[in-house]
């Protein structure tokens, strides 16, 4: 991953394939290697399962927040998005339901996409980091019980597969109202902020994953896959 990895439009409009959708092109060779403790969590790789979280997108940010996203299909009632083609997209389900779901992107891809690339050119990240920054985004929970109790495990999978595949930090840009959210993990407040032409108001997070001494001192719940990556730090 040292040199980075170019986005492309052609790639990114290209037909979605039906299995190993999100490991296109080996930009996540550390999947390989990951064996989910959780079987209910993990990366969506079929097109059935693309789908489910593409309604569940459609269900939470169009119909229920009036968020007017162009790629929506309000025929078919799923959000997609070209960048879903080049990203990690985790869920968690309950009897094949999509309860909860976020998608990872290399920083370097999302820089082809309209509302990412604010994210990244508005963070102040280094253009040395690039090609060792992952941005989570579109983080979908259904309004129940059950998809609360799975948060906390899903962003433990989803920071153990951008470590194993090589990101060293991760930003999340999400309204001002969820970034103590992303803090009690172990986040850092960036006090940047920008607008995006949809969400609105943005504030900026970002996440050292190498950074034990700090998820530690905030009692992160990544601490724990931290240390079992890093079993002599």
Request: proline share 4%.
């Amino acid at each position: 991953m040292g040199e980075g990895i170019a986005f492309t439009e052609q790639l990114a409009s290209s037909p979605v394939v039906e299995t190993k959708f999100c490991l296109r092109d080996d930009r996540w060779p550390g999947e390989r290697r990951i064996t989910y403790k959780y079987p209910a969590i993990g990366v969506a790789d079929t097109r059935k399962c693309i789908e489910a979280i593409g309604r569940l997108r459609y269900e939470l940010f169009v119909q229920r927040d009036g968020k007017k996203y162009e790629c929506a299909d309000h025929q078919a009632g799923i959000f997609l998005e070209p960048i879903d083609a080049v990203s990690l997209n985790f869920q968690a389900t309950d009897h094949q339901r999509c309860l909860a779901t976020v998608r990872m992107t290399w920083a370097q891809d999302a820089l082809g996409d309209k509302h990412l690339s604010k994210a990244v050119t508005n963070s102040g990240l280094p253009e040395a980091d690039l090609s060792i920054t992952v941005l989570n985004s579109r983080l979908a929970l259904r309004p129940e019980m059950r998809a609360k109790l799975y948060l906390t495990e899903m962003f433990r999978t989803v920071y153990r597969s951008g470590h194993m595949n090589g990101a060293r930090y991760c930003l999340v840009a999400a309204r001002p109202s969820l970034s103590e959210l992303y803090i009690r993990f172990g986040f850092r407040d960036t006090h940047r902020h920008y607008v995006d032409e949809v969400g609105g108001e943005m504030a900026i997070t970002k996440l050292d994953l190498h950074d034990g001494e700090h998820l530690r001192r905030t009692r992160s719940p990544l601490l724990d896959v931290f240390e079992e990556l890093h079993p002599i730090s």
